[in-house]
């Protein structure tokens, strides 16, 4: 196997890896965030407007663990910068 | 495949090269300050509002009552930075939809030019607001250790802030382009409604995280004997429906 080809294949793996271990934990998180601002919700109606603004800042906050790990990903496909950089160097 | 309108080029001057980002920003600044300008034209204070004026009132009102049920102080001097930034944000998402034009909150570029006025403007305003050395012992509360915790926290939040908006715009350009070529026509059009609801939470997210941080580096020693008090507003306690949180639960992966 020459090195475009490892590198390839590594990179794929690699990304399918990154995301999907990447939003097992974010996606726990966030089931536990609702499930929490539900309740909250449930017991103080009133202060529902409040509650959901903390809910969206706290689930943003948690999400950009996963879309971290979907850039990574992205990256790793789109602009793998090992890729460019022997397929350049074969291309000499 | 290009995952960042910065890597598209459309004129090259040499050294300087204006690609997509630069030219698309640029139209979202023309086409929000010559609207602004529009609309601002015939201000009425007694009855007869353009629909225009209206929707401007709204929008800034809204702000305010935002910054101010938020930061739990006079949205002031807040008000004209957060608005910039959420209409900003909000505009450039929501043209997505339009053929040809890739929003520039897709780029990292513009998103970390947006997060880094956030990082420069939290020390100015604790700093105007409390003083250069109230300000500074900020960092090292609760104990001096923690002045490097404090200041990695600073910058953290700044990456954070950057490549979150930048991740959720990507990845939905990103997926209407894979999905047009996998199963053309129909699902394309749905994850394109899905974007806009998307953009616009974001938008709102990236706002309302600017307005903590801002309202974190002066805020935070209230109670402190060294710090001026800050006057804080009447928090109004209406339960009103506000517009962008309504939904309660809208999912926005």
């Given at each position: 196997m020459d090195a475009k080809l490892i590198i390839g294949l590594v990179s794929i793996i690699t990304a399918g890896f990154t995301i999907s271990i990447g939003a097992i934990g974010p996606a726990l998180a966030e089931g536990r965030v609702v499930v929490q601002a539900l309740a909250a919700?449930?017991?103080?109606?009133?202060?529902?407007?409040?509650?959901?603004?903390?809910?969206?800042?706290?689930?943003?906050?948690?999400?950009?663990?996963?879309?971290?790990?979907?850039?990574?990903?992205?990256?790793?496909?789109?602009?793998?910068?090992?890729?460019?950089?022997?397929?350049?160097?074969?291309?000499? | 495949m290009n995952i960042s309108p910065d890597q598209t080029i459309l004129l090259?001057?040499?050294?300087?090269?204006?690609?997509?980002?630069?030219?698309?920003?640029?139209?979202t600044i023309a086409l929000l300050a010559g609207l602004a300008r529009w609309a601002t034209r015939r201000l009425s204070t007694t009855g007869g509002l353009s629909p225009w004026q209206n929707l401007l009132e709204v929008l800034v009102e809204g702000v305010q009552r935002q910054i101010r049920d938020i930061a739990r102080q006079d949205p002031g001097s807040f008000l004209s930075f957060i608005a910039?930034?959420?209409?900003?944000?909000?505009?450039?998402?929501?043209?997505?939809?339009?053929?040809?034009?890739?929003?520039?909150t897709g780029s990292l570029s513009t998103t970390t030019a947006?997060?880094?006025?956030?990082?420069?403007?939290?020390?100015?305003?604790?700093?105007?607001?409390?003083?250069?050395?109230?300000?500074?012992?900020?960092?090292?509360?609760?104990?001096?250790?923690?002045?490097?915790?404090?200041?990695?926290?600073?910058?953290?939040?700044t990456l954070?802030?950057?490549?979150?908006?930048?991740?959720?715009?990507?990845?939905?350009a990103v997926l209407g382009a894979i999905l047009l070529t996998v199963t053309p026509l129909f699902f394309p059009v749905l994850l394109q409604a899905l974007g806009l609801l998307t953009g616009l939470v974001q938008a709102y997210i990236f706002?309302?995280?600017a307005t903590v941080f801002l309202a974190a580096g002066v805020a935070a020693q209230n109670r402190d004997n060294g710090g001026t008090p800050v006057p804080t507003a009447p928090v109004s306690k209406s339960t009103a429906a506000r517009p962008t949180v309504a939904g309660g639960d809208t999912p926005h992966d």
């Open positions: 919700i449930a017991q103080q109606p009133d202060e529902a407007a409040t509650l959901s603004r903390i809910l969206f800042v706290g689930i943003a906050m948690i999400e950009s663990i996963a879309i971290y790990c979907l850039v990574v990903s992205m990256i790793l496909i789109f602009a793998n910068p090992f890729w460019n950089h022997f397929v350049a160097m074969t291309a000499r | 090259d001057l040499g050294i300087v090269k204006i690609n997509a980002t630069l030219v698309f920003t640029w139209l910039t930034l959420f209409i900003f944000i909000a505009t450039a998402n929501l043209l997505a939809v339009v053929p040809g034009y890739q929003p520039p947006l997060a880094l006025c956030v990082f420069v403007a939290a020390p100015l305003y604790g700093i105007r607001r409390l003083g250069l050395r109230v300000y500074l012992k900020n960092y090292l509360k609760p104990t001096p250790l923690m002045l490097p915790l404090n200041i990695v926290g600073e910058l953290a939040r954070a802030l950057s490549v979150r908006l930048y991740g959720n715009v990507m990845s939905g706002a309302v995280l």
